[in-house]
Structures are given as structure tokens and as C-alpha cells.
């Protein structure tokens, strides 16, 4: 993975624990995700 600066609206890693179940698995027999979610603006 690439090593990106900190910005002040990143979502904090008990922010991310919160939120990471509420993110829908990918679906089978898709594309497989290229990002990673924590990176991707709500």
C-alpha cells in the first residue's frame, strides 16, 4: 500500500472501528475492490 499524508478529516482508527461493520462485504463473482475502504469519503 502506499503511504499517503494524514489529512485533518480522516476518520480515527475507533472512528473506523465503528463504522467497518457497517460496510457491506463485496459480492461474490464481482470485481474485487481495488481501494481500501478506510481511504474512500463518507
Known amino acids: ?3 499517503r ?3 485533518p ?3 480515527s482508527n475507533i472512528e473506523w ?3 467497518e ?3 457491506p462485504e463485496p459480492k461474490t ?3 474485487p475492490r481495488s481501494v481500501n475502504m ?3 469519503d463518507p
Do not use: N, Q, S, V
Request: aromatic share 10%; net charge negative.
Open 38 to 40: 478506510w481511504e474512500i
Open 21 to 23: 461493520p457497517l460496510i
Open 1 to 3: 500500500m502506499e503511504y
Open 29 to 31: 463473482g464481482g470485481r
Open 17 to 19: 472501528t465503528i463504522l
Open 9 to 11: 478529516t480522516d476518520i
Open 5 to 7: 499524508k494524514p489529512d
